[in-house]
């Protein structure tokens, strides 16, 4: 799953050849038929199968059919086949450890130019090679909480210590790849399964404490973003009058007063004076700033700009002249604020968000923007779900809706993000089945667990909390690896996990 869509399919087949191999159908039938669950969790691919005949695109709903396809398949190949011995079981989680730990390694390596891939690497999300960085985010997060796990269950003290040392590169990899849904996955997640495990072994007392701190934490670090947004994100008006006409080399300045674009609290589009960045600029470096792009896709002139702000210097050939030639490299690499030098790679990440923020709620567009393309994107799916609340509107019908909701209402989604979905698992559910269909999902992610007793075990618990969390932020069921990695799991948690790791170790006594 981590390694690309190669090994994914090479597998799937695998398992679908290994289960006709084996035989035995009879068994199988009786497998199916007490486990009603698996005709439960097969129901969500018919209810999409249904939705295609009112789909205003049958080629997508075609599209979204093939990539839900193991829906369908993996509880029923699963399912009814019997559990893994536990050696096997557990070296299965090992054998998933380890491919996402050479998937990091090998995105951090391209990330820090010691390997350089063929196909060109925009931003930090285009290091991950094999599947998306959200993907590779969750895997690690997953992967942290089966460490966690081993830590307490393996005797052996040099395997104990190689649990805790990737423990910590997979925290280290999520900070050092601003990857703020891992980490929020990984510790909100963390502590919820911390409290439900205890609340579930009958160590109320340390639920009770845990409950209190979880929101102490929560009020603390609420006061100190307020504070810190408050502080980088204040609009200050000032007085068109007292502002200088002319630079030292006696230019004119463009002051844009209507704009609220700030960096680090200070005002971008005042004090701009073209003309002397222009011809600066172009005599250090060799991507032309009227015109000319950074690293990122961005204006580069709106870069620098933007830069020379979050100094608090104006915006004219004597501020220009301050700047090192690393400081030109960073703007040419897309870097829009100074104190990115100083900041970890999770400090510029959520100084990006609030960014984001802050000007989407001043009439900025959110394209490009993953924070605020969502907020867009979720309100959109919202006033769609309200026009067709009861079937939705078709499997595969979500972007020929949503670009008719643009055309009808506007938005300030560039053009070429709109063919984005919800990025919100349960919206995208509700949009193309309607409500009724949500609840179906809903029923069947809690039914299945319920009928096979596996709300009691670690493994499925910390698999469902970091899915349904991730269902929060993105759709992951709306692409083939993301499908492909809930279903699997799932299945293998409810159906394949042997008694001896769904429990305890103190249990098996009982």
């Known amino acids: 799953m981590s390694l690309g869509k190669f090994f994914l399919g090479g597998s799937i087949f695998i398992i679908c050849i290994n289960w006709g191999l084996e035989g035995n159908f009879r068994a199988k039938w009786r497998l199916f038929r007490a486990r009603p669950s698996i005709a439960i969790l097969m129901g969500l691919f018919v209810l999409h199968l249904i939705g295609a005949i009112w789909s205003p695109d049958s080629h997508e709903a075609w599209n979204d059919l093939k990539i839900k396809l193991p829906i369908l398949l993996i509880p029923l190949l699963i399912g009814t086949s019997q559990p893994l011995e536990k050696k096997v079981f557990e070296y299965l989680l090992l054998i998933f450890v380890i491919a996402v730990f050479i998937s990091s390694l090998i995105t951090i390596l391209v990330v820090n130019g010691i390997y350089i891939p063929k196909k060109p690497i925009l931003n930090i999300r285009d290091a991950s090679l094999f599947v998306p960085l959200i993907r590779l985010s969750l895997m690690s997060a997953l992967s942290v909480f089966f460490l966690s796990r081993w830590i307490f269950r393996l005797q052996n003290f040099i ?20 990857s703020l849904t891992g980490l929020v996955i990984l510790f909100s997640g963390g502590y919820i399964l911390l409290v439900t495990m205890a609340f579930i072994y009958r160590k109320r007392i340390f639920a009770m404490f845990l409950l209190p701190a979880f929101v102490i934490v929560g009020i603390v670090g ?10 980088l ?32 609290g200070n005002q971008v589009q005042i004090y701009c004076c073209w003309y002397e960045l222009d011809s600066a600029w172009n005599t250090r470096s060799k991507i032309v700033l009227n015109g000319g792009k950074d690293v ?41 604020n100074a104190l990115d030098a100083d900041r970890s790679p999770l400090e510029k990440r959520v100084y990006q968000v609030f960014w984001e923020i802050y000007h989407y ?33 078709g499997t595969g019908g979500q972007q020929k809706t949503f670009a008719a909701q643009y055309k009808k209402e506007g938005t300030n989604l560039g053009k070429e993000w709109q063919w984005l979905h919800s990025h919100n698992q349960l919206l995208s559910v509700a949009v193309s089945l309607g409500i009724p269909g949500l609840l179906y999902f809903l029923f069947s992610l809690w039914y299945a667990p319920r009928s096979m007793k596996r709300w009691r075990s670690y493994l499925y618990l910390a698999f469902f909390i970091v899915f349904f969390l991730s269902f929060l932020d993105d759709d992951t069921l709306e ?30 006594d009982n």
């Open 361 to 393: 709620t001043h009439g900025a567009s959110p394209s490009g923007n993953s924070v605020t393309m969502r907020l867009e994107l979720a309100n959109t799916a919202y006033k769609t779900i309200k026009q067709h609340p009861w079937i939705g509107v």
């Open 159 to 178: 395997l104990r210590i190689s649990a805790v040392f990737l423990i910590a590169w997979f925290i280290w990899f999520l900070q050092n790849m601003q």
């Open 233 to 264: 994100f204040t609009f200050q008006a000032v007085d068109a009058a007292k502002l200088d006409k002319f630079t030292s080399r006696g230019h004119t300045y463009e002051h844009n007063l209507k704009s609220t674009m700030i960096e680090n």
């Open 296 to 336: 990122n896709g961005n204006p580069v002139s709106s870069t620098l700009i933007r830069y020379l702000a979050s100094k608090g210097w104006r915006k004219d050939a004597d501020a220009f002249s301050k700047l090192s030639a690393v400081e030109i490299t960073a703007i040419e690499n897309g870097v829009t």
């Open 222 to 231: 609420g006061i100190y973003a307020e504070q810190l947004y408050t502080k």
């Open 479 to 508: 692409t083939s690896q993301g499908v492909n990695f809930f279903v699997f799991f799932n299945a293998l948690f409810l159906y394949s996990m042997p008694r001896e790791s769904a429990i305890r170790t103190d249990e098996l």
